[in-house]
C-alpha cells in the first residue's frame, strides 16, 4: 500500500479529505471547496477548487474522474476526463466540470464533485524504428470491427 501525503488547505479545514465511500472502490471522492454555490449553466464549465494538495512519490500519479452519478442524474462531467496530477505537482488540486445536462446545475460546498484514482507510471523511452511489428489487426482502430 501507497502513502500519500495530503495537506488541508488554509479555510478549508471543514471539508472531510478524499475517501473511498465503499470497500471495493476505485477512487476517492473530491469535495468541492467553493465559498459560495456555484451554477454550472448548460454547456459551461468552471474550475472547481478541492482544498487539497497532494504529494505523490515519484512514479506515482493521480487521475481526476467523473462521478457516474453526476454525469447520469445531471449531465455534469469531468471535462479533461481524466485529469492528471503528477508526481511533482504541489498546487491545489482542481476539477474542471462542465454541465452537459438541459438544466442549471447547483453546487455547494462539500459537495463530491469527482473521485481520484492513483496509478504507476511507467518510466518509458521512445524509441525510433523504422518498422513496427505486425499483428493481425495491425492500424484497425475506431469501430474497424463493426458493431
Same mark, same amino acid.
Not at 488554509?10 to 473530491?30: Q, W, Y
Not at 482542481?94 to 445536462?101: A, D, K, R, S, T
Given at each position: %500500500?501507497?502513502?500519500?501525503?495530503?495537506?488541508?488547505?488554509?479555510?478549508?479545514?471543514?471539508?472531510?479529505?478524499?475517501?473511498? %465511500?465503499?470497500? +471495493?472502490?476505485?477512487? #476517492?471522492?473530491?469535495? =468541492? =471547496?467553493?465559498?459560495?454555490?456555484?451554477?454550472?449553466?448548460?454547456?459551461?464549465?468552471?474550475?472547481?477548487?478541492? +482544498? /487539497? =494538495?497532494?504529494? %505523490?512519490?515519484?512514479?506515482?500519479? =493521480?487521475?481526476?474522474?467523473?462521478?457516474?452519478?453526476?454525469?447520469?442524474?445531471?449531465? &455534469?462531467?469531468? #471535462?479533461?476526463?481524466? !485529469?492528471? /496530477?503528477?508526481?511533482?505537482?504541489?498546487?491545489? *488540486?482542481? &476539477? /474542471?466540470?462542465?454541465?452537459?445536462?438541459?438544466?442549471? $446545475?447547483?453546487?455547494?460546498?462539500?459537495?463530491? /464533485?469527482?473521485?481520484? *484514482? $492513483? +496509478?504507476?507510471? #511507467?518510466? *518509458?523511452?521512445?524509441?525510433?524504428?523504422?518498422? #513496427? +511489428? $505486425?499483428?493481425?489487426?495491425? !492500424?484497425?482502430? $475506431?469501430?474497424?470491427?463493426?458493431?
Amino acid at each position: %500500500m501507497f502513502e500519500i501525503a495530503v495537506k488541508r488547505l488554509p479555510g478549508c479545514e471543514d471539508l472531510p479529505l478524499p475517501r473511498k %465511500m465503499s470497500r +471495493g472502490a476505485s477512487g #476517492l471522492d473530491l469535495h =468541492a =471547496a467553493v465559498d459560495q454555490p456555484v451554477t454550472l449553466t448548460p454547456g459551461r464549465w468552471k474550475l472547481i477548487p478541492t +482544498g /487539497i =494538495a497532494l504529494e %505523490m512519490p515519484e512514479g506515482v500519479e =493521480a487521475q481526476v474522474r467523473p462521478r457516474s452519478g453526476l454525469a447520469l442524474k445531471h449531465g &455534469v462531467t469531468v #471535462l479533461n476526463s481524466p !485529469g492528471t /496530477i503528477d508526481s511533482d505537482y504541489r498546487g491545489e *488540486v482542481g &476539477v /474542471i466540470l462542465i454541465n452537459l445536462g438541459d438544466e442549471p $446545475f447547483v453546487l455547494h460546498r462539500g459537495d463530491r /464533485i469527482a473521485q481520484l *484514482v $492513483f +496509478g504507476r507510471v #511507467l518510466d *518509458v523511452r521512445l524509441k525510433e524504428v523504422e518498422r #513496427l +511489428g $505486425f499483428t493481425e489487426r495491425g !492500424g484497425g482502430g $475506431f469501430g474497424h470491427t463493426g458493431k
